[in-house]
């Protein structure tokens, strides 16, 4: 999703498939031998010894729990790769990767660039603005393929900067907010610093309707307003063609 705010933090929790297997791990734990603890003469080693024990429990399920929580990570900018003239964009999009992908533009290369793919479910508005415009002014094609991968919220506006755009397979999208794949739009929303609670937008999506005119898709918000908030509205290949948002359902 957009995110005009402040970055989050994500915490390590564990599901109950987690918890499930941290039963089982533990149904039957071996025998162990522990010295007896002193008796009322020695009443503070005693308890220093408990407390140790406790800390080194609680650093295990600590431990354990970071492992079987290990995707629970802080979002990542853009991960850029290329191959011949064919570049690929992945990931969130966060402060500063305009600057890392104009890096990766102005990289020296045999051949120069010419496809560029794109699976993100978005993130910031102004940087994913400024690589929409990069990539107009770079001349490069951007494509999504719709059966396998997303192009949601902010990744939609580095899909408008293309001067042709391939929405390859989309006629295989089923159209609606059920879809998991494919392009997603939606209105721009932020979270309240107050409340903390996550409302639409005017300004925002004002800002975005003027990028997509901008780039040659205003039409774009249509597809916008037809999503129920939180969610994400889905166009199938034959909207996507009719709106001008692609140009074509090929590979480029």
Known sequence: MWKPGARSVMACSLGNSDFGRLVRFNERPARRQFK???????????????????MRRLAY??????????????????????????????GSIETDDDKRFKAFLERPRAKPLRVLYLSSSGGYILPAFAIGRLVRQAGLV??????????????????????????????????????????????????????????????????VRAFYAEMGMPRATELMEKAAFNSMYRPNGATALALKIATSLSPP
């Open 36 to 54: 007896q603890l002193p008796q009322a003469g020695n009443c503070g080693m005693a308890a220093s010894l408990r407390r140790g024990m406790a």
């Open 61 to 90: 399920w600590f431990l354990l729990c970071l492992a079987l929580c290990g995707g629970a990570q802080p979002a990542r900018a853009i991960w850029l790769s290329e191959s011949g003239d064919i570049a690929w964009l992945t």
């Open 142 to 207: 951007t494509a999504v393929d719709a059966g396998s991968t997303a192009c949601s919220s902010a990744c939609t506006f580095i899909f408008a900067g293309g001067i042709r755009r391939h929405y390859v397979g989309g006629e295989g999208v089923f159209e609606g907010s059920t879809a998991l794949s494919g392009l997603g739009f939606h209105p721009a929303r932020r979270t309240e610093k107050q409340t903390g609670q996550t409302i639409l937008s005017e300004s925002g999506t004002g800002r």
